[in-house]
């Protein structure tokens, strides 16, 4: 029986025996006032010198902690025997009430409710006392959680941490970027909305075009505004007028030959972010005939996005515009864009006239977009990456396909990966021209790809509604066999990650991704500690927001009626081309299977697609072989589409691995 005090011994000492008066709780793990006051004035943490200090003491003493607790008996019957004792018996319970003022005096200051330290208030009920400690340590952890998520986001938009350039990537002369390609990262991206206090409108109500002034009218604004529209609740197209009047010089619809662009080294560059670049680059613009357009967005951390750069390229010179720097100024393009003796060549533009309206206002008259003329002779593939290839016989590096292109100051790299998506597409406008003459001189074919890059022109911007959120859409794709309880959690969590993008003015893929919705809704958890189980990863906003979850989910538990879903429509072939766009943002890993594609992106159960059915002609818009289910018959087409994309960024890895 002596072995059994000496337990008690060790327990009260905190060190294998050595002494420590007062508990089995290591010296120095609770707070010291006394300390704490006589600390000198050099102390800045805690009483520490640092935080390091603080940390790596901090650690010390949690080891000692654990190390006691590892003594302390176990099972039942020791517990029982050791408790005879009143050492023991003392000991444990100055330590108990020692914790339980410790967690308490945490809860007041973190916030707690009260209802979670309850428990503390039964000191003789010690399973009470433990359930307190269980369930006050998770909502700590919690707290501190979305403490640090909060300094991170506050440091990232009121820090004006500047970019790191990698050793070697360093600025030339005028702004032009250099030829070093090194990696880069940003330390802080400052979301240009909150460092330039943009007025963004998420609301529902409809997009209200941002045109003041109309250059190159036919038709007065005014008038052309008070248009009657089509019904679709879209405002009228300011240039609808003078789109509907346009037609190609017959100069533009003559053979002639191509002319190369000389090399990015040769070319005159300038990287626009100042009023006075600006206006003076307007005038060299408006005496152009020809003007490649490019256009770079990011959409992750904003509900509706943000156009961060347009790349015009001339004949002789390459231009780069800051439009996070020159928001207020852009719509000035607008003497360029809807000058109808100037040529503007896009490459798919169907999202870049779009983006162009909803933040400055600026339309576009006289198109020639390069994709649709892909379309029309027709060519193997429509990208840009073909095109360079075909024509170039270069594969086009794509490093920074999905770079954040908010980043300022702009590294050389990016800016040299921006300049090139202009550089050459005059060049490769002239190779389309005179192919689509030659293979139809009536001009029919060069004709049609007028009119359909006109339509691209004609599109209104609208805003993205609830739609992107589809709840008829996921249920069908993920959640067919959901309960009527598990249908109406995810209609609400849906809601809720729409309400709060649009609040926060963040993506609802950064509030919370489409695969976490579905993984809540079918798991249904009670508890936070449950809730952060069934999720692969918890975003930011859903730890800071983790109640408003969990009362969505207790009221869908309680839910007893029944949740419509609405019909699915037909598959629309340009939506399947965007999916397959998304599909590769993801970066899903290489190689992925017919069979594969089908289980992620299908909804899983009953889809099997293999990859000799699925063939798709874009003209009649129809799946080959024996796919009638219309499931089966999408994935399909976006398969096809996903092959197209993944070959294009398996050529660009090879050749950068053989660089």
């Keep these: 029986m002596e072995a059994i005090p000496g337990v008690s011994r060790k327990l009260a000492s905190g060190r294998d025996g050595a002494d420590n008066p007062g508990s089995f709780i290591p010296s120095g793990l609770l707070p010291n006032p006394e300390k704490q006051a006589g600390a000198t004035s050099s102390a800045q943490f805690c009483g520490y010198p640092n935080s390091t200090h603080f940390v790596k003491d901090l650690r010390k003493k949690l080891a000692d902690a654990v190390t006691v607790a590892e003594k302390i008996p176990q099972d039942e019957m020791n517990y029982l025997v050791c408790s005879t004792y009143s050492e ?140 009657p529209g089509p019904g679709d609740g879209k405002a009228p197209h300011p240039y609808q007028f003078e789109l509907d009047l346009f037609e190609p010089e017959e100069q533009r619809l003559a053979l002639k030959p191509p002319i190369p662009a000389k090399k990015p080294a040769e070319t005159e560059f300038s990287y626009i972010d100042t009023l006075e670049e600006f206006q003076r680059s307007l005038l060299e613009l408006a005496s152009a005939k020809d003007l490649a ?8 951390r904003t509900y509706l996005g943000i156009t961060c750069l347009i790349q015009i390229s001339s004949r002789t010179k390459d231009y780069v515009f800051d439009t996070i720097a020159l928001r207020d100024h852009i719509h000035e393009l607008n003497a360029v864009f809807t000058n109808p003796k100037i040529l503007k060549v896009f490459h798919g533009g169907n999202l870049d006239i779009q983006w162009l309206q909803r933040d400055f206002g600026v339309y576009v008259v006289n198109m020639f977009d390069t994709g649709q003329a892909c379309r029309v002779l027709p060519l193997p593939r429509f990208s840009l990456a073909f095109l360079v290839q075909h024509y170039l016989g270069r594969i086009i590096d794509k490093t920074h396909q999905t770079s954040d292109w908010r980043v300022r100051p702009i590294p050389n790299d990016m800016l040299d990966y921006a300049r090139s998506d202009t550089h050459d597409l005059l060049f490769l406008y002239d190779c389309l021209r005179n192919d689509l003459i030659r293979k139809d001189p009536s001009l029919g074919l060069l004709q049609q790809v007028y009119v359909q890059s006109k339509s691209v022109c004609l599109q209104r911007y609208e805003k993205q509604t609830t739609d992107v959120n589809d709840f008829a859409m996921i249920m069908w794709r993920f959640a067919k066999n959901f309960s009527e309880q598990q249908k109406f959690a995810l209609k609400r969590i849906l809601e809720w990650r729409d309400d709060v993008a649009r609040d926060l003015d963040e993506s609802i893929g950064f509030v919370l991704p489409t695969k976490a919705c579905v993984d809540l809704a079918e798991e249904l958890p009670r508890t936070s500690d449950d809730l952060v189980k069934c999720l692969e990863f918890v975003p930011v906003v859903l730890k800071q927001k983790i109640h408003q ?80 289910d219309p499931e089966k018959m999408r994935l399909a087409h976006v398969w096809m589409h996903f092959q197209t994309f993944s070959a294009e960024e398996e050529a660009a890895e090879k050749v950068s691995d053989i660089c």
């Design 293 to 300: 357009v490019d256009v770079e967005h990011h959409s992750y």
């Design 88 to 227: 023991f018996v003392d000991k444990v319970a100055v330590g108990t009430s020692q914790i339980t003022a410790m967690m308490k005096n945490l809860s007041h200051y973190w916030g707690v409710p009260a209802a979670t330290y309850r428990h503390f208030e039964q000191p003789q009920n010690k399973a009470a006392i433990v359930q307190g400690i269980d369930e006050t340590t998770k909502q700590l952890k919690e707290r501190m959680d979305m403490t640090l998520d909060e300094l991170a986001r506050l440091k990232e938009e009121h820090s004006a941490a500047p970019s790191f350039i990698a050793p070697g990537v360093q600025p030339t002369a005028g702004g032009k970027a250099g030829k070093a390609r090194f990696p880069t990262r940003t330390a802080a991206v400052v979301r240009p909305q909150i460092a330039h206090g943009w007025k963004i409108d998420n609301s529902h109500s409809p997009f209200v075009p941002r045109i003041t002034v109309k250059h190159n009218a036919l038709r007065s604004l005014e008038l052309s505004m008070n248009e």
């Design 549 to 628: 979850m969990l009362d969505i989910l207790k009221e869908a538990r309680a839910f007893t009626g029944i949740v419509p879903v609405p019909v699915r429509v037909e598959n629309d072939p340009a939506v399947d081309v965007d999916t397959a766009h998304e599909v590769m943002q993801r970066k899903i890993m290489q190689p992925l299977t017919a069979d594969e594609f089908a289980r992620r992106h299908g909804g899983g159960g009953g889809v099997t697609a293999r990859s000799s059915e699925l063939v798709w002609e874009e003209r009649k818009g129809n799946a080959a072989g024996a796919l009638e």
